[in-house]
Each structure stands twice: as C-alpha cells, then as structure tokens.
C-alpha cells in the first residue's frame, strides 16, 4: 500500500512519491533530525514477505554503503518499522537519462560526459568486487552535479581487484547466479546473462 505524506518512518517523514519498481517504491521525504530532503526505498508488503527477495534488498543497502564515489548515489541510512523496510538514499534532483532520451539524443559533448563519468562509477564498483549487472539508461540520473549510478539490487559481489576492499559481502545469493539463472533487464543484458552464464565485468560494463 502506498505512503501518504506526513506518514513517519523513524525519523523520516514522508512528503510524495517519486516512482516505483520491481524491487522497491520510491518516496521524497524530510529526516527531521538533519533538516535535509532525502530518498526512501520502501520495500513493497509482498516482496517483504519473501525471504529471498528481502535478503536482496537488505544486501543492497550493504552494497551501497560499501561504495563512496561522486557518481554513485550514497545510501544514508537503513531501518525498519512495524514490518515495513526501509532505505534512505540521497535525493537526486533531475531525470534519468532514459527520460531524457525521449527528448532526442544528447549532444555529443554531453554524451561523452556522462559516459565516462558511468564508466569511472564502475570502474569503482568493479575494483570493490561488484558488477551492477542491471546497467540501463532508466538506473542512470541526469543531475546538476553530473550523472549518478543508482540502482545495485541486481548486483553480484566478486573477489576484489584491490586488497582490503570493504565489499567483501555477497550481494547476490548462490541460486541466483547460478548457471541457467537470468537476472537483469532483457533489452539492456549482456548475451552470457541471456544464457543464464557468469557475469564479469565486461557484462557490468554492457550499456557503454
């Protein structure tokens, strides 16, 4: 069931809705204690009352806050109230870049621009042991600040490229990527993840 605004979670107050997915409904709202607008991530009430599916957003929280970079959007805070679960993200002002494409291509310049600030966004990821695995223009915001890599629920933890990586957690379970499992969005995956194969970074890296 939806939120309405004014409706507390913890600290948080919710103000609108902002959209929804698969795996979560997305709502601007104020954190009282900080006096600053923020994201939340609330998990839908039959998703919650899936093991698995709860385990995978729980493991997105994990994955978030492992990752510091400009160009990924932070996760702030994680919690839960009378069965509803939350996750409080920063709150990007702009459009996603598949919103923007309904306009027309981009200009070059700003092409290039947000190419590579995505694959530096990656390239992080990637040295931290995660593959996003759900890369798409519609997990990508256009913000003032430049482009931000949202959207880590479909992602998969590996050995890391740097010693000491904080990303040691398994953000994917081992029966979702096993062989013969698609995970990902159809029009966007790599051909090993049509096949239900391993990804690596070469598949995290598809869109660009």
Do not use: W
């Amino acid at each position: 069931m939806a939120l309405s605004s004014g409706t507390r979670l913890g600290p948080y107050a919710v103000i609108a809705p902002l959209g929804a997915g698969g795996m979560g409904e997305v709502y601007k709202a104020t954190d009282t204690r900080l006096d600053r607008t923020v994201a939340i991530k609330v998990l839908p009430e039959h998703v919650a009352a899936d093991p698995e599916l709860k385990q995978r957003f729980e493991r997105e929280a994990k994955t978030l806050a492992a990752l510091s970079h400009p160009h990924i959007c932070p996760v702030f805070d994680v919690g839960s109230q009378e069965g509803t679960h939350f996750l409080v993200m920063e709150y990007l002002e702009g459009e996603t870049l598949a919103q923007r494409l309904t306009k027309g291509a981009l200009p070059l310049d700003q092409a290039l621009q947000v190419g590579i600030q995505i694959a530096d966004a990656l390239a992080a990821a990637h040295r931290a042991g995660i593959i996003h695995r759900d890369l798409k223009p519609g997990n990508i915001m256009l913000t003032k600040s430049g482009a931000k890599l949202l959207d880590f629920g479909l992602a998969k933890s590996g050995t890391p490229a740097v010693a000491g990586s904080l990303s040691m957690l398994p953000t994917t379970p081992p029966n979702l990527t096993a062989q013969g499992t698609i995970l990902g969005t159809f029009q966007y995956m790599a051909p090993e993840q049509l096949e239900g194969q391993e990804a690596d970074t070469r598949t995290g890296s598809g869109l660009l």
